[in-house]
């Protein structure tokens, strides 16, 4: 199936400053994210499905204007259709979730869920030019630095498992939103969640320590100047912290992290 990229100059927290969108097929296409307006998506004549991997405002803005651009149906999952709308301005026509296919006129294009980034998110799994599995992953992955898992949409659990299964696919290509494609998904899916792992007990020893609020945890957690992406880091560390009140290795009342 043939992929098209187009990369859409949009505010975002990514260092890129763009969000990719895709097109799959050529005939009758699906496309995914459109986060703006572009000429290279202006110019397309043959969309016959929009859709998201979530409703993030990075990843939503142009939904509407295309949709009713080409007449096409409008697809999100299935139990978020108030959030859906409420993110692009149109109500969808359709709902999918996990194995959905969408068909195309170069073929069929599988729903894949990957919660944990959001709680809707969704990639979409598709034969590449060589036959084997490609994935459009959204923001599950990144293919250098790490991905934003913060409260109070981000889930750390989920997020986790979400690239466990994506290790188990262990497709041939993974085209994420932000920066350039990832050409070895299972080195990916092993970097990320070692980071993750690695927060974590930073995390954890920053309460074992002493530390209590998220700021306090932020600051004995993480050894770089956060100038200008504080928010991001106090969101991370209260994800981290919530994983592991679940699991029992800190308590937690929503202001104070105290050792179990």
Do not use: N
């Amino acid at each position: 199936m043939r992929l098209t990229r187009v990369s859409c100059s949009v505010a975002t927290r990514a260092p890129t400053g763009q969000t990719h969108a895709y097109v799959l097929g050529d005939e009758d296409a699906l496309l995914v994210d459109p986060a703006a307006r572009e000429a290279g998506l202006d110019d397309l004549e043959s969309v016959a499905h929009v859709a998201v991997t979530h409703h993030h405002p990075d990843h939503v803005g142009a939904v509407a204007h295309y949709a009713a651009e080409h007449d096409a149906t409008v697809w999100c999952r299935v139990g978020r259709g108030a959030a859906f709308e409420a993110a692009t301005g149109v109500a969808p026509d359709r709902t999918f979730a996990e194995g959905t296919v969408v068909e195309t006129g170069d073929g069929p294009v599988t729903v894949v869920d990957t919660p944990g980034h959001a709680p809707e998110h969704v990639g979409f799994s598709f034969a590449g030019d060589t036959g084997r599995e490609e994935l459009l992953v959204g923001d599950l992955a990144v293919a250098t630095g790490s991905v934003v898992v913060g409260h109070p949409t981000g889930d750390v659990r989920t997020y986790l498992a979400s690239l466990r299964r994506l290790w188990a696919r262990a497709p041939a290509i993974l085209h994420p939103a932000h920066g350039p494609t990832i050409e070895d998904p299972r080195a990916t899916c092993v970097r990320l969640i070692d980071h993750r792992r690695e927060r974590e007990a930073k995390v954890l020893a920053a309460v074992e320590g002493g530390a209590e609020t998220v700021a306090e945890i932020t600051d004995a957690a993480y050894e770089k100047d956060l100038t200008g992406v504080a928010d991001l880091a106090h969101a991370t560390v209260r994800a981290h912290v919530e994983k592991l009140r679940v699991e029992r290795k800190v308590r937690w009342d929503g202001e104070r992290a105290s050792p179990v």
